[in-house]
């Protein structure tokens, strides 16, 4: 305690004793017990036009303060959720972008699409109003699937997007890969659907408001992944008040995983109602609410050809998808199956032609958006099961195929044919390690010993990567006060420790004892700028910047200290958290400096966003032939992160990434009635997350090959583990189950259609 740290320290999370004992303050524990209930009348159908909503009992019902419709946005000229990615077809066209209103004023298009706005002194009293709503609606036919929304004849989802395509994308040179196909020895084949997927985090959305009615000033408190973006588009694009005119504001987050950061219609609503009546509100969302309101993701049906040449050498890959968006486009929703896929399809290998075609369409189901891996775990599980299948139908284990492919540190930096550059990475040495750490050599022996017992073992690769993104608008400012430093970052922590991780840069940079340092975030009035959390980058971007803004600190601080010590800057050094003349024993400690004059050191972001962490996951599995229920036995996880900040909180996101994996591979799955396009899986008696049981101990190591693009090497992690679980899984089941002839299974791996497929073999 209060001594100096250093980058690659274990310490514990600084946050997690405000946690464990209760001090969180998370958006509905802070809520005003005297505000407002909020309740949002949502749709129970999938599709049907909008006849009208007659509000008359309703208003009249006991502690009604306010119902509002979509009638009120339209009137308050109220616009529309925009994103904030794109992404283009062929000839330029960007995609469509059909309106979408905070509630709709036409027609519904999901279940769960909101109708109307109750607001009320008790959430018991805007409930019972709600009852007493007089909606019509007509229906409409729904679809759910792409197959369905691209077919001849669909029911249009916007009435302004034929076909409800809403972009045919492509990506890679189709000439190169057709010409590498002609001359393949071998093409492997496989068809997959992944399926649709909901985060049910710990805390579920929630958000309250107040309003100033001396400075006419709205404060929306919420859980959100960045309190920035969210302002910059509700203030500019759809409320249409001044910056200063709105304050956002998030404190602690139970959970963000991608979800809870775009922009949503109910924060917005609430924002805009707190001006209308000059009164704080709040709204929490329920858990079975959660599922018909928050972003979705994963729902791709894709099919992949993978060229290989008479040595194994893989020369072509090529990838036929169709990708479900919903009802709406959410906030960064265009790139995250398209780009995403992209991003990583490449793998660690070397493939020299790469050609990606994409259908986008809108369907009758809740919007999507990122979740943990944004695109990612889908393309992975694609391409690490198509070169399984591709070892076993060239006579190949799955581990020599993939040595004869890996890239080579002397090929890095490499461009790889999807168009993107991968940074740094030693995949040979990754795999190697990967394979010697999971005593992969002796597996043999724990098969025999599995069988002994009724079991089938298998075990299962991937080699895996993941590409940062997120949006690096920060500018840290960093104060120097008598007795602490308090940085200001345009980031938010959802859980990842960024309160241990960005103060341990700081004390590392300043030789300053961690405990003196606070890290501050999510107010827009006291933090501008800032892009928020997401794409596993927030230590890129904060954490470089937080380091830049130490070195203005030190040079804003030598000028001080030159006053003060009557000496010029240049015989000024800076050593272990004290100014110092050089040659002398004369020196002032940066507190004892600022005591008399407080000072403050800022820098803006001034590296890339890009990395590319890198890993190899090895995973055994038992199989119980009676029913098909699967045992995860052991788990090996080498990573390359860059270099490590806190190898204690790395190993946390690595667990938790891998156990999201896992979920993915073994039990998670949202599904829509296709004929209705009701949701099925609303509830946790319907949608299974992974259990403590289903997740066995991890072994981790990390190896780091730091980034050339930004100056202090970082990649990131929170992603990365959560792309390679469901692969290595569903390698090493098939593997397991490769002896009776089952080729492949599409994920949720679970006991019934495991049973199925041992039954039909």
Not at 116 to 145: C, H, K, N, S
Not at 649 to 673: M, P, R, T, V
Request: proline share 6%; net charge negative; glycine share 10%.
């Amino acid at each position: 305690m209060n001594a100096p740290i250093t980058l690659g320290q274990p310490i514990v999370r600084r946050e997690d004793q405000r946690f464990l004992t209760g001090r969180g303050r998370y958006a509905d524990d802070t809520a005003p017990r005297d505000a407002l209930a909020v309740l949002f009348v949502r749709s129970p159908h999938a599709h049907a036009r909008l006849g009208g909503i007659d509000r008359t009992a309703a208003l009249a019902a006991p502690g009604i303060v306010a119902i509002y419709t979509a009638a009120d946005l339209v009137a308050d000229k109220i616009g529309h959720l925009p994103t904030v990615s794109e992404i283009k077809d062929e000839a330029g066209n960007r995609h469509r972008e059909p309106l979408h209103l905070p509630m709709p004023p036409d027609k519904v298009r999901h279940v769960g699409d909101i109708v109307a706005m109750v607001i009320a002194g008790t959430l018991d009293q805007a409930r019972d109003a709600a009852e007493l709503l007089e909606i019509d609606y007509e229906a409409l036919p729904a679809v759910v699937t792409v197959a369905q929304a691209l077919a001849d004849g669909a029911a249009l989802v916007h009435d302004d997007v034929p076909g409800n395509l809403m972009c045919r994308w492509a990506r890679g040179d189709k000439a190169a890969t057709d010409a590498a196909f002609s001359r393949a020895a071998h093409v492997a084949s496989l068809s997959i659907r992944s399926p649709r997927q909901i985060v049910h985090y710990m805390e579920t959305r929630a958000a309250w408001s107040s309003y100033d009615p001396g400075d006419d000033v709205v404060t929306v408190t919420f859980a959100s992944q960045g309190v920035q973006v969210p302002h910059r588009l509700m203030c500019e694009r759809v409320l249409n008040v001044p910056k200063e005119k709105l304050r956002l504001v998030t404190e602690d987050v139970g959970g963000g995983f991608g979800p809870k950061y775009p922009i949503y219609a109910e924060p917005t609503l609430i924002a805009w109602a707190t001006r209308k009546l000059g009164r704080g509100l709040r709204w929490t969302c329920e858990r079975g609410e959660l599922a018909l309101s928050d972003s979705h993701a994963r729902d791709l049906v894709a099919h992949a050809d993978l060229a290989l040449d008479e040595s194994g050498a893989f020369i072509g890959l090529r990838v036929r998808a169709e990708a479900n968006f919903g009802a709406y486009l959410s906030m960064f929703a265009p790139t995250i199956p398209t780009t995403g896929l992209a991003k990583v399809i490449s793998g660690l290998y070397r493939i020299p032609a790469i050609r990606a075609e994409f259908d986008c369409a809108f369907t009758n189901t809740v919007p999507v958006d990122a979740i943990r891996g944004a695109g990612k775990p889908e393309a992975l599980f694609l391409l690490e099961r198509l070169i399984d299948i591709a070892a076993h139908e060239t006579g190949r284990t799955p581990a020599e195929l993939r040595r004869r492919n890996l890239l080579r540190p002397e090929e890095m930096p490499y461009a790889a044919a999807s168009g993107y550059t991968y940074d740094a990475a030693d995949c040979v040495r990754l795999f190697e390690t990967a394979l010697q750490v999971a005593d992969a050599p002796a597996f043999a022996a724990r098969r025999a010993a599995s069988e002994a017992r009724g079991r089938r073992r298998g075990i299962g690769l991937a080699c895996h990567l993941h590409g940062t993104g997120g949006i690096a608008d920060e500018h840290v400012i960093v104060q120097v006060g008598a007795d602490k430093l308090v940085a200001a970052v345009g980031t938010q922590s959802q859980g990842q420790g960024h309160e241990t991780v960005f103060a341990q840069i700081l004390a590392a940079s300043l030789g300053v004892p961690v405990e003196r340092i606070d890290i501050r975030q999510g107010d827009t009035r006291t933090i501008p700028r800032g892009g928020g959390t997401g794409g596993s980058s927030s230590t890129i971007i904060s954490g470089t910047t937080i380091r830049r803004a130490a070195d203005a600190v030190i040079e804003r601080g030598r000028d001080l200290a030159a006053e003060r010590l009557e000496t010029a800057p240049a015989d000024i050094a800076y050593h272990n958290g004290a100014f110092e003349v050089v040659g002398t024993d004369r020196r002032l400690g940066l507190f004892e400096l600022a005591a008399s004059k407080p000072f403050s050191g800022d820098a803006l972001f001034g590296d890339k966003i890009d990395s590319f962490p890198t890993g190899v996951m090895v995973c055994e599995v038992e199989v119980d032939p009676e029913t098909g229920e699967v045992r995860v036995d052991r788990l090996t996880e080498v990573a390359d992160c860059g270099v490590v900040v806190n190898p204690r909180l790395l190993a946390g996101q690595i667990h938790g990434g891998i156990a999201h994996g896992l979920g993915n591979a073994l039990s998670e799955q949202a599904i829509y009635d296709e004929a209705t396009g009701q949701l099925l899986t609303g509830t946790l008696m319907d949608y299974a997350l992974p259990r403590a049981d289903d997740v066995p101990n991890f072994t981790v190591e990390t190896i780091a090959t730091p980034s050339p693009n930004n100056f202090m090497g970082f990649k990131g992690v929170g992603e990365l583990p959560t792309n390679g679980a469901p692969a290595a899984l569903a390698n090493a089941v098939l593997d397991a189950l490769a002896p009776l002839g089952v080729r492949h299974l599409d994920m949720p791996l679970t006991a019934e259609k495991v049973w199925q497929a041992i039954r039909g073999s």
